[in-house]
């Protein structure tokens, strides 16, 4: 079997950055380049001072500390990356499509596209081209297309390795993975490449996680594996609705229902809805799928699952304004969190910059505090769905590095992300500072229900009645 010297990864983001890393740090005998055309992001993944790296993930700079310059480099030179490289993986963005057919809801593939073809352009030798990112099934037939047909006698294998970490928590899902899915051709040259690229993940896992299948089936299980996450948050998140009129607590229903082993007790929080640059669009690209071949119901069931978590972030915002006697106009909201979960300083689909808008909407004012959230990237966010003008976004929306701060004269807290430390804040000052009554919307449903009502607030939890 071929050995492996050279790894080259197209795509230095939340996937590329993390993933090549850890695989650096356990195979000390492979070089590993990471390669982006963004020149500011490969600055940052080389910065001497590890708290700028451009992802921020608990146990990262540890390990790209250990292994950076010395078998992990990050790189522009794309180019000279594919030629070198033995294995090169794919693991560039695959956004949601903003224009043209499918706009809306297909993937858009051009950023794979481009780097099929930098590949084909570029490569002398033989090559095993890895999927990372995350593709509609049959993605792999458009790249073989391109590889195959340059006539320049350079041989391709084309591999699907999808990604199943979630961001946050990205280390140790990569060190401790529940499984990794290879999926390659039954050829003789398919199967070495699906050995090999096994052989790499069994330097620290055993090898009965590393599952191979075909190509197609391992394409369509990294969706189909997002939508049954995200389908068991919007089911639960349905019934906190039904809790909050009913008087039942959606955290004893879903800790009664998670005991009964097959159901499971994981990914049953309910929240005020889930975000993240993969769930939504990974789910409607399934629902475009579903359509392309005629499958209406099928693709109007998963759709459902979105249609959920949008009823869920209106819902949580309408439930703020309702509450604050219907008229939140000229009113200040402190917004704990804009990241879509904690851990991470990703925003991408935070539910927190959907019930901004819609408070926004309502002319309310907002200071938000993200212990890991940049004030440009909240703008960036709320400028993004273009609403109002980016000077309006600027009037009503403050960003403070200090959640105290952010309270004051506040009429209400709403918990957008579940940082630990919001748990540790001193809430009886915060009490103090705010306009009475004091208001606090638990989106994530992490504090004290008890403790905060004796503190006076008027508290408001995700799945319960008051
Ligand atoms: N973010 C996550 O937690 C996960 C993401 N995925 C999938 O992994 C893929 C990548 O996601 P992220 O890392 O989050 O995206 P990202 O947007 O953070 O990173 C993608 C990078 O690719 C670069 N790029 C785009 N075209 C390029 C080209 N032609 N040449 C060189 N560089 C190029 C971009 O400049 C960008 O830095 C997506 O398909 C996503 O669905 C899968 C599992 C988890
Ligand atoms: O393909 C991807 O991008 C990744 O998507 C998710 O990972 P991620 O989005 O990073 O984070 P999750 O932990 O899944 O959380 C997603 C959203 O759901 C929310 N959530 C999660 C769990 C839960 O019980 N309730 C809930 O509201 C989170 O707060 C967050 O907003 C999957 O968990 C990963 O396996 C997958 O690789």
Redesign the pocket.
């Known amino acids: 079997m071929r050995s492996i010297k050279n790894i080259c990864c197209i795509g230095a983001g939340y996937v590329g950055g993390p993933t090549m890393s850890v695989i650096a740090n356990k195979c000390p005998e492979i070089n590993v380049t990471v390669v982006d055309i963004n020149a500011n992001r490969i600055a940052a993944w080389n910065d001497e001072d590890l708290d700028k790296l451009p992802v921020y993930e608990p146990g990262l700079k540890e390990i790209v500390a250990e292994s950076r310059n010395k078998n992990l480099f990050f790189s522009t030179e794309v180019d000279k990356a594919i030629d070198e490289a033995d294995m090169i993986f794919i693991s560039v963005n695959t956004p949601t499509k903003t224009y043209g057919k499918g706009k809306g809801e297909a993937a858009d593939l051009k950023y794979i596209e481009l780097c099929a073809r930098n590949i084909a352009r570029v490569a002398k030798s033989d090559k095993i081209v890895v999927e990372k990112s ?1 593709l509609p099934v049959r993605t792999a037939q458009a790249i073989k297309d391109i590889l195959h047909n340059t006539g320049n006698g350079v041989k391709y294998e084309v591999l699907s390795n999808p ?6 928590t990205a280390i140790d899902d990569l060190l401790n993975a529940d499984r990794v899915l290879i999926g390659g051709d039954d050829t003789p040259s398919g199967k070495e490449a699906k050995n090999i690229l096994s052989g790499i993940y069994e330097h620290w896992l055993p090898k009965e996680r590393v599952l191979q299948t075909n190509l197609w089936s391992s394409e369509l299980s ?1 969706l189909v ?2 939508a049954f ?2 389908q ?2 919007s089911s ?1 998140n349905s019934i906190s609705a039904l809790c909050e009129v009913t008087d039942a607590n959606v955290a004893e229903v879903s800790k009664a229902i998670g005991k009964d082993s097959r159901i499971g007790p ?6 005020v ?7 939504q669009k ?1 789910i409607l690209n399934l629902v475009y799928i579903c359509k392309t071949y005629g499958l209406t119901e099928v693709a109007e069931y998963w759709d459902q699952v979105i249609k959920i978590n949008d009823y869920q972030k209106r819902r949580f915002a309408e439930n703020i304004i309702t509450t604050l006697y219907n008229t939140v106009s000229g009113k200040k909201i402190a917004f704990y969190g804009w990241a ?2 904690k851990d ?1 300083n990703d925003t991408r689909e ?2 927190a910059i959907y019930v901004a808008d819609t408070l926004l909407e309502e002319q309310a004012e907002i200071v938000v505090y993200d212990p890991k959230v940049s004030e440009e990237q909240v703008y960036a966010d709320l400028d993004y769905l273009n609403t109002r003008s980016e000077e309006e976004n600027r009037k009503l929306v403050t960003v403070v590095n200090d959640p105290l701060k952010a309270a004051e004269d506040a009429h209400a807290v709403a918990i957008l992300t ?1 940082w630990d430390e919001f748990k540790a804040l001193d809430w009886e000052q915060i009490y103090n500072s705010m306009f009475k009554p004091a208001f606090v919307f638990d989106g994530r449903r992490i504090l004290d229900k008890q403790i905060m009502n004796q503190t006076g607030f008027d508290y408001y939890r995700i799945g319960e009645g008051k």
Do not use: V
């Open positions: 995350t990604e199943f970490l979630a961001e946050g990294k594996a997002n996450l995200a068991r948050i639960i994981k990914f049953l929080n309910a929240s809805g889930f975000g993240g640059s993969c769930f990974d879509f979960k991470t935070s539910a579940e």
